[in-house]
């Protein structure tokens, strides 16, 4: 969800902001108070800022947060094609940033820039909503990925603008009222990608549309708040102070490099291979590169950090929707909806981290200088994978228990519809079951063919003692319903479903074996949304009907218009994937009346999706860890001119990570997901001894620059210092 590595803000004119060096405070809070009652001195351009921010970070994030269940289960893709597509489209909104930065500061300017490229960003929203419109898509990818190249185009482009065009409202002598904007902007930020995260997959899975989750309404709210988002940003025209380009130093970079490259072959002297570059571009941007050349070495092995961590918006995603959502009296939480995990406890840890754990270190004299730290990121990172795919592990062992057995075997379970407590007993199959009046067992796994049972009565049953009667299994599952007629046990077979219904979804079917027809209505606790079933003849099994799992309350009328049902209030649950035969039998102490009962075909899915909470505190651990440190030892080692560069180096670390996800997804060489995620974990722990090796290697430099810019007046314009020392710096938790 919300990522690290939307933290920094790849500047126009060269500059840095960092929306990042903001800390999380009782201070903090207390401005955005002020803020939103307007007690404050700040322009009045920057509530049309913040205002267009948070609007932008609610579509985004909302958008995203659904994108790959969008692919799974509108489209049909399969999981791998539908996280290949989903990491793609990341690739491209961390590639693009750096062709914002470059229009804005060659040619547009900040303004023009987000207004025109937010413009395309809300074509792109529309393309997709209308995309998610089953008589409009005719289940085409072309729309959905025409829609999402433009959504990547604009979001990118707009993240390098945005923060700097604020900081451009604001004197650059003015830090105190630069600190109180980054502050504001950074909650504005949060406030609209957690909402978004929480309430976007309610909009999808509560609220159903054209026959099922209504994607339109899911996707078509973000792109409304991207066309507010333009709005508040344009009323805010005759306010803003607006500087014109100035050039980027991304341009001279790259020209500088080219030129030594060109000149490889070439008499200058030189004593490093920049140097071939001296007869056009000054010593002190040759030096300035070199420098950032160092620092973006380190970079090579990153990564892979931001491989495993955007997984949680795909892997993570697809595997919460194979686990159940049902969490009791609170309801019922979607699987998109724990990305909004992340977000949450970012905002709990940065705390903990740098009130806590950083100082317990310090005083225990624990090194933790910054590539340690971003070593044990990435270490932490392995760990969560590890996590992911113990769990996937229960979940596929779980799966095993709904597959129907191979080879001559079959399964079975017996309901009793005969009002007696019933013992049934075969040993050379193993079976010895207990059943009273309307139970029934979970499913026995025996050879197909016929199969003699003892039945045993207890002693209050008036029909018999024990009898004995043949079953005659037949290769599918298949459920048998007894009852007692003319002195002899009679079963009637039900084949069971064994297969597995879609996410999100439970399959039911309703057997009335009473004496009456009789019509079934369910009614689903968090939609209110009814499900009729009519004119169920007795002995007549209903066929299955898929239904959103959930709690549902029921009624039955028969076919002379009343209600056989005593029970007050009745409900029924079906769980997330399961399979169920809801059985309609007469009362023991009335006939007149009935008793209801859910009989298992196949287990549903049990483990509560809560189970992968450990795996995102130990990822949003490791983040904490690792890309807020990444950046600050950048700014650190190299020198203040060049931290546009190396945000740019480090937003191509989190295009690349999620490149490979691609690669690996879309070449389909791992078995199963378990597996995946234990290669990825194994993948991440090889990364870190490589980088724990060139972490023991590299030696810190300390810039004269930054020596003299050491204070709390950070993320300022004009090039002004970003660096930060560890007990200052706070990340910006969504923001380039």
Known sequence: ?????????????????????RKISGKAWGRVKNFTSCISDLPK??????????CERFSYYGMRAILVLYFTNFYGLDKNTATALYHAFVMLCYFTPLLGAMLADGWLGKYRTILYVS?????????????????????????????????????????????AFGGDQINPNQHKLLERFFSIFYFSINAGSVLSTIFTPILRGNVHCFHGDCYALAFGIPAILMVVAIFVFWMGRPLYKRNPPTGNILADVCKAICHAIGNRKSDIPANHWLDKASDRFSPKLLEDIKAMLRVLVMFIPLPIFWTLFDQQGSRWTLQAEEMSGNLGPLGKMQPDQMQAANPVLIIILIPVFESLIYPLLRKLKIPMRPLQ?????????SFAFVIAGLLQLQIEALDVDRTHPEGNLTRFSLVNNIPCNLNFVQKQAGVALNLNYTQSNSYITAPSGPMTLTVTANNSC?????????????????????????????SQKVKANVTR?????????????????????????????????????????YNYTVVYYDTYSYSIIDEDGS????????????????????YVQPSVSDPNKVVVTNHVDIQPNSIPILWQAPQYIVMTAGEVMFSITGLEFAYSQAPASMKSCLQAGWLLTVAFGNLIVVIVAEARFIPDQAAEFFF???????????????????????????????????GLINGESNYVSDEEHQPDKNEL
């Open 1 to 21: 969800m919300s990522e690290e590595e939307d933290k920094s803000t790849v500047l126009t004119d060269g500059q840095s902001t960092d929306v990042e060096d």
């Open 45 to 54: 351009s920057i509530y049309f800022i913040v205002g267009n921010e948070f």
């Open 119 to 163: 413009l395309i960003y809300a074509i792109g929203n529309t393309v997709v909503t209308l995309t998610a419109i089953p008589p409009l898509s005719h289940k085409s990818l072309a729309g959905p990925i025409i829609g999402l190249m433009l959504i990547g185009f604009g979001t990118g482009g707009i993240k390098p603008c945005v923060s």
């Open 373 to 381: 730290r971003m070593c044990t990121g990435i270490i932490f990172a």
């Open 462 to 490: 008036s029909l018999f003692k024990q009898k004995k009667f043949q079953l005659h299994l037949s290769e599918s599952s298949s459920s048998y319903v007894l009852s007692y007629q003319n002195q002899q046990i009679f």
């Open 501 to 541: 219904p879609k996410s999100d979804r439970a399959i039911i079917r309703i057997f009335n074996t009473w004496k009456k027809s009789i019509n079934f209505t369910l009614t689903a606790a968090t939609n209110k949304k009814q499900h009729k079933i009519s004119f169920i003849e007795p002995m007549q099994v």
């Open 563 to 582: 209600n056989p049902n005593p029970t007050k209030n009745p409900t029924v649950e079906f769980g997330n994937n399961g399979a169920y035969t809801v």
């Open 680 to 714: 990825f974990a194994g993948l991440s722990a090889c990364i870190f001894v490589i980088f724990v090796i060139m972490s023991h290697f590299y030696k810190y430099v300390r810039h004269e620059e930054v020596e003299k810019e050491l204070s709390d007046t950070v």
